[in-house]
């Protein structure tokens, strides 16, 4: 069976993003970017998938603008066997990129799409279970545990106060929780391969695909700042700082 | 204008989440209606009915809708969804899990965890790690949007007098069954809507070593959070993660034990009243937002400060 992995090139999770003085987003030129982390784990699980037997082929799709094929060289460091960047310089929100990834599953027909759970930029939490919408197909969000068998995926879920399991069938969406599993390092060989394989350029416009933004933002400004703390001496100053100034105990 | 709330409920219980949702509608304006789906919920439809602000509540009961399954309730809410100008999730994991399908059906975008209404089209939101905050307008028909819990307090539980109305329940999708689950249990209050929290990090060592904080919140009646890097070395449960991808907090007292203090572990508590920091590193990040930082070993400072108080 084929798998599609779609993966977000992102500001790197070390960043301290800073508000740009016109309120207008965050400052990004010059920064470092990666791939998601919740990506970098649904690449490594579509890969572990293929590696036991259960998976033919994982296809890695990223949107956005020409650098994203850096991402997808990535996931093809880590396993993927060819990559799909659908190309457009417009913003894209999480819906419009539910609507390019059905465009492609209904090309490439897998059986299974694993998402990350979030993107740790718009930190939305939405494309996976859009795209599950527009598919009509059954999702397992938060996954951190997935096992395939007899046509169907048996997935547990990271849910508040606990665990929960599920059985959904094929075809289905998974997205991936942090403790699904430990991405790989990508080792120099495997660069020097992923730069051999496969990727194609595909346009909205191509898939057919109305990818305009549907939410405007009007300013992006820096949270309120607290003010600043001190520090105490020792356990009776901070007690009675609790006690008397916070009045918290 | 209308808003539909989603309760969040486990078939017996209203979560505490649903009151903060109903805060955020009652900023939006126009009348408040609040859905429960679910199996033999009854006695939820019934709590909903009693929270302030809450003009009718529509109760759908069927084994189908028993364990919260993203396609059913979604399916659920989207058979209503027609009256309803807003619609509202608590940004919780089965909020999260249920909205996007609900908006993508409609063709809207979906607003999550949003902190502020600045009006009934514009609505405040982090992104970023909480780095940022977004100002965002929909033009969408229907605005679904999921509410940062934190950035609402709840109404009452108790002084409303809504008429619950039974509706009919959609059918199963056959797409998906529930398997099992495992709850954590724990004596000590919900880490969400908590008064105090005390979370231990990684300066910890081990789940042994944790136990250190049980008496510490004990006597402050406080949930147990965690960082990050104490859930993945073990030392605590995977639920009590406090952070961008784990649980958001805003208690009046924070008490971060052994925590260094990354973005992410911070976008999941700097909205704490008072924040407390105990590190033996005095350059830990933690510092940076601490109203009153400790620098010392916690395995002495810790017990003295449970005797202590």
Known sequence: MKVLVPVKRVVDYNVKVR?????????????????????????????????????????????????????????????????????????????AVAKLLKALVDKEQPQLVILGKQAIDDDANQTGQMLAALLDWPQATFASKVELADGKVTVTREVDGGLETLTLKLPAIVTTDLRLNEPRYVTLPNIMKAKKKQLDTVTPEELGVDAAPRLKTLKVSEPPARKAGIKVADVAALVDKLKNEAKVV | MTTLVIAEHDNAQLKGATLNAVAAAAKIGGDVHVLVAGANARAVADQAAA????AKVLLADAPQLADGLAENVAAQVLAVASNYSHILFPATASGKNVA?????????????????????????????AGNAIATVQSADAVKVITVRTTGFDAVAAQGGSATVEEIAAVADSGLSTFVGREVAKSDRPELAGARVVVSGGRGLGSAENFKILDPLA????????????????????????????????????????????????????????????????????????ADYGLVGDLFQVVPELTSAL
């Open chain 2, 100 to 128: 996007p399908r609900v908006a993508a059906k409609l063709d809207v975008a979906q607003i999550s965890d949003i902190i502020g209404v600045e009006s009934a089209d514009t609505f405040q939101r982090p992104i970023y």
């Open chain 1, 19 to 95: 508000v740009k003085s016109d309120q207008t987003g965050v400052d990004i030129a010059n920064v470092k970017m990666s791939m998601n982390p919740f990506d970098e784990i649904a690449v490594e699980e579509a890969t572990r998938l293929k590696e036991k037997g259960t998976v033919a082929e994982v296809v890695a799709v990223s949107c956005g603008v020409a650098q994203c094929q850096e991402t997808l060289r990535t996931a093809m460091a880590i396993g993927a066997d060819r990559g799909v960047l659908v190309q457009t310089d417009a913003e894209l929100q999480p819906l």
């Open chain 2, 218 to 289: 004990d006597k402050l009646g406080a949930a147990l959070g965690a960082s990050r890097a104490a859930v993945d070395a073990g030392y605590a449960p995977n639920d009590w993660q406090v952070g961008q991808t784990g649980k958001i907090v805003a208690p009046q007292l924070y008490v971060a034990v052994g925590i260094s203090g990354a973005i992410q572990h911070l976008a999941g508590m700097k909205d704490s009243k008072v924040i407390v920091a105990i590190n033996k590193d005095a350059e830990a990040p933690i510092f940076g937002v």
């Open chain 2, 51 to 54: 929270a302030a602000g809450v």
